[in-house]
């Protein structure tokens, strides 16, 4: 590895520096060795693997770390936060040069646990490490895992689990609650930090006439393209704190997370969520909340005489959030339908097939599948409201009149997954994991290497549709 210790450069008051506590009878669950390679990890890394994802093995180059941030939960001051389950053991260049940090998820308890026990359990860590590893695969910018591991220690939830841990990696671990803490707890260090985040993450800034107004913008159109990308996929993060969102628009943090199946734009897919505030439909609106409060952080940069004015450019770089997530989504979708993004009508026409997918209660992956194969007798056979799927189809086919169909067809097969991490898939890798048999989380982790590519020597049924309607769907919550 070629190391890069940046963060310990900062004040010793923005974190913990610690050793984890690794857990007893450690022994290996998955690797990503792919990601290793990408890493530039050594023949002697790979072999000691299990030890680095256990706890067991750290590096003399960099002292392991927790965090301190804060942050608002479920739109709510929740005060100090922290790394109160993971360690920043490492950051360390990958092969195009990019720093990239090494975070060991359930490493021991650390000042910021809050009462926690500073572990993480055997179901959330399969659950994190093969949602990671699908959202790379499909081109949303996420946190992964170089792998995890399982012991024979049992940590306490509603019941005893099987204790794990996981080796994160992400391009970030700088979140908005970062910014939040140091205004709250610690005001003075706040130049110095945001220069080291602009300097780290957009060096590009830097040459701006106003610099941290260059740097909030990019971060606003940052959220905003991974925010669309996440609707196209169906993906629901389950838990937008503005402690789990970063400064470089990369997904981190989303334990409760799902990816749609039956179009219902209000699923709570975060059972923890008991007032829907992040549901799928809610997304963009409450990164663009989040995004505010993050703002208003920056605010204290400004000299005393210039705070008014500040206050405006700062508002008026939030103003960029919506035409960026616009112009992303829409030409998504357009790809998405074999539709050209320029026609006045492609959105429209987009809206109208949603519209179905929710009526009907259709599933959103396999949908967009369909109309790419042409089956529209069968889908239509499938609604109860066959008019309105003829009405769309009408104004479908009538946009795609006289355009070039080939490169139309071309970009649905690029943009249309055939596989998505359905809970019930991942459910049933737990379970099996639960009782020493990885043989699951190894067939997932492959099948969503390629999820654009069908895999007949892989699939299962159960991987392309959901859950019959009378069977009960997975049920998702904060605990890990």
Not at 25 to 45: R, Y
Not at 57 to 65: A, D, G, I, S
Not at 349 to 358: D, E, H, P, V, W
Not at 444 to 460: G, N, V
């Amino acid at each position: 590895m070629q190391f890069n210790a940046r963060y310990p450069s900062l004040n010793p008051k923005l974190y913990h520096e610690q050793m984890p506590v690794p857990l007893k009878g450690a022994k290996a669950g998955h690797f990503n060795e792919a990601l290793a390679d990408e890493l530039q990890w050594s023949a002697e890394d790979k072999a000691s693997w299990v030890e680095i994802c256990s706890g067991q093995k750290t590096f003399p180059e960099f002292h392991p770390l927790a965090m301190v941030y804060a942050g608002h939960q479920f739109g709510q001051w929740a005060g100090q936060l922290g790394d109160g389950r993971g360690l920043l053991i490492a950051q360390i260049l990958d092969q195009n040069g990019q720093t990239i940090d090494l975070h060991l998820k359930g490493a021991g308890s650390t000042p910021y646990s809050r009462m926690g026990d500073g572990r993480a359990v055997l179901h959330s860590v399969i659950r994190e490490y093969l949602a990671g590893h699908a959202l790379n695969a499909l081109d949303v910018p996420s946190s992964n895992s170089v792998g995890f591991t399982t012991s024979e220690q049992g940590v306490q939830r509603e019941k005893l689990e099987l204790g794990a841990m996981m080796l994160r990696t992400s391009d970030c671990h700088i979140r908005l609650g970062h910014f939040e803490w140091i205004n709250q707890y610690q005001p003075s260090l706040l130049q110095e930090f945001t220069q080291k985040c602009i300097e780290w993450h957009y060096p590009e800034c830097l040459e701006a006439e106003q610099p941290i107004l260059a740097f909030a913008t990019k971060v606003i159109q940052k959220t905003a393209v991974m925010i669309a990308k996440w609707q196209l996929v169906g993906f629901a993060h389950g838990v937008m704190n503005t402690d789990n969102l970063n400064i470089t628009g990369s997904t981190l943090d989303f334990g409760p997370y799902g990816f749609m199946e039956r179009f219902r734009p209000n699923w709570i897919n975060n059972h923890s969520d008991y007032n829907g505030r992040y549901t799928y439909q809610n997304q963009p609106s409450m990164a663009h909340w989040n995004l505010w409060n993050w703002l208003n952080n920056l605010i204290p940069l400004a000299k005393p005489e210039e705070k008014e004015k500040f206050k405006q450019d700062l508002a008026q770089c939030l103003e960029h959030f919506e035409p960026t997530f616009l112009e992303h989504y829409t030409h998504g979708l357009c790809a998405k339908l074999g539709l050209p993004s320029f026609h006045k009508d492609s959105f429209d026409c987009g809206m109208a097939f949603l519209r179905i997918l929710q009526t009907e209660q259709l599933d959103y992956t396999s949908s967009f599948l369909r109309l790419q194969n042409k089956e529209y007798e069968a889908m239509k056979d499938d609604c109860l409201d066959r008019r309105q799927f003829e009405a769309f189809l009408t104004q479908y086919e009538m946009i795609r009149e006289n355009q070039d169909i080939g490169t139309l067809d071309a970009t649905m097969f690029e943009a249309n997954p055939i596989y998505i991490l359905r809970n019930h898939m991942a459910q049933k890798a737990i379970e099996l994991a639960e009782r020493n048999d990885f043989s699951e989380v190894e067939r997932l982790f492959s099948l969503l290497s390629q999820p654009f590519t069908r895999q007949t020597d892989l699939e299962k049924p159960e991987d392309l549709a959901p859950l019959p309607s009378d069977v009960p769907e997975v049920m998702v919550s904060c605990s890990s």
